[in-house]
Each structure stands twice: as structure tokens, then as C-alpha cells.
């Protein structure tokens, strides 16, 4: 299966600073990827899919870029809504497999 | 507004069955296919099945193969997961979430819907 690797773990960052958050697959997903973003126990939400397409009423400070096996999830000026965890995900081959998230937590 | 509303979560011992369904509506369901994803307590997502939009195909993850099976009911507007051999390891919360793509014969891209999901316990 792919392994999904996420760095790092844990991103603190102050209130209107950008975030950049890595994803890396262990081998090659193309564009087939897409990140989610997830706030304590709700369900996720799909942010970015065709590792750079932004979904569906998503705010312009999220943008996604990547091919291959390297990616990134920037996040312009980040919001107070912003904090929360994110994954990635590849969909180019079953299994489909997540990374196991990055953490952005209030610096 | 497209929704996914899972139920049938619930205690159940080792060993045993439990099935978990997921409704959609306000969109065309058959056209769609579905997953279940997994999130075990503090863990993160977990692929676990997908069915296409007519129900002639399926995928699983090998953590659950031969053990869950994946179904739906098109005239309900219904998934299913039915799930035996239950272990304490497949303890979590089951998300249904639909493709972002309704392509028929095709499966497998972005999720854009999610339910709220239904937790699953596995004890004794």
C-alpha cells in the first residue's frame, strides 16, 4: 500500500502568520491527493483534491501544490477557525491511505 | 444540502456482529459511490471500504477483509456496512463519505460529503 507521510506533527503558529504543512507519499499518487481538515469531533471536510483544486466554498488563503510524491497545504494568514488537524490522502490506488495528520495549534 | 446520517453504532463484544447503515439525501444516492472510514479514539482516519454507485463492485481494506461486508439499497437511499468477527481494535467512529465524482463504472477519488459519524465499541 502507499504510506502517507505527514510533517510535522505539530505547527504552532500565531494568529495571521502562514502555515505549511508537508505530505509525502512512498511513491507516486500524481495529483490523486487531497486534504481534509478536521476540528475536534466533527467530521472532516474536504479541502483540497487534484493536489491543488480548492473544494467547494473554501476560503483562497488554503491552497494546495505537488506532484508526485511531495506535496504542500499552505495556509495564507492563518484564522482563529483554522486551528485544527489536517490530513492528507492519496486516491490513486487502492488501498486508498491517509497520512496521520498535522496538528496546528495556537503558537 | 447533500447529507449522510450513520446509525446502529453501539456496544458489542468480541466476536460478534453489528451492522451500521448511512442515509444520504438531497442528492441522486445511486449515482455516487460510498466509503466507510474509520477513527479509533484519539487515532487518525482509517479507509476501511468503498462501494461503486451501482453496487457491482467493492474495495477493502486487508484490516477488514473477509471480515465486514459493504452494501447498499438504492431504492433506500441506504449504505451498509455488516461487521462480524468483531475485534477490539475495530473500536471507533464510522464516517460514511461520498466521491466527489459521480462517474459511472468509476470509483475512487476525493470524499466531499461526510455524515456525522456513529461510534462503534468492542468489549466485553
Known amino acids: 500500500e502507499i504510506v502517507m507521510t505527514q510533517s510535522p506533527v505539530t505547527l504552532s503558529v500565531s494568529p495571521g502568520e502562514r502555515a505549511t504543512l508537508s505530505c509525502r507519499a512512498s511513491?507516486?499518487?500524481?495529483?490523486?491527493l487531497a486534504w481534509y481538515q478536521q476540528k475536534g469531533s466533527q467530521a472532516p471536510r474536504l479541502l483540497i483534491y487534484?493536489?491543488?483544486t480548492r473544494a467547494t466554498g473554501i476560503p483562497v488563503r488554503f491552497s494546495g501544490s505537488g506532484s508526485g510524491t511531495e506535496f504542500t497545504l499552505t495556509i495564507s494568514s492563518l484564522q482563529s477557525e483554522d486551528f485544527a488537524v489536517y490530513y492528507c490522502?492519496?486516491?490513486?490506488?487502492?488501498?486508498?491511505?491517509f497520512g496521520g495528520g498535522t496538528k496546528v495549534e495556537i503558537k | 444540502e447533500v447529507q449522510l446520517l450513520e446509525s446502529g453504532g453501539g456496544l458489542v463484544q468480541p466476536g460478534g456482529s453489528l451492522r451500521v447503515s448511512c442515509e444520504g439525501s438531497?442528492?441522486?444516492?445511486?449515482?455516487?459511490?460510498i466509503n466507510w472510514v474509520r477513527q479509533a479514539p484519539g487515532k487518525g482516519l482509517e479507509w476501511v471500504s468503498a462501494i461503486s454507485g451501482g453496487g457491482d463492485s467493492t474495495k477493502y481494506a486487508d484490516s477488514v477483509r473477509d471480515r465486514f461486508t459493504i452494501s447498499r439499497d438504492n431504492s433506500k437511499n441506504t449504505l451498509y456496512l455488516q461487521m462480524s468477527n468483531l475485534r477490539a481494535e475495530d473500536t471507533a467512529v464510522y464516517y460514511c463519505?461520498?466521491?466527489?465524482?459521480?462517474?459511472?463504472?468509476?470509483?475512487?477519488?476525493?470524499?466531499?460529503?461526510w455524515g456525522r459519524g456513529t461510534l462503534v465499541t468492542v468489549s466485553s
Open positions: 463519505a461520498r466521491d466527489n465524482v459521480a462517474v459511472a463504472g468509476s470509483f475512487g477519488y476525493a470524499f466531499d460529503h
Open positions: 511513491q507516486t499518487v500524481s495529483g490523486h
Open positions: 438531497e442528492f441522486t444516492f445511486g449515482s455516487y459511490a
Open positions: 490522502q492519496q486516491y490513486i490506488k487502492w488501498p486508498i491511505t
Open positions: 487534484g493536489a491543488s
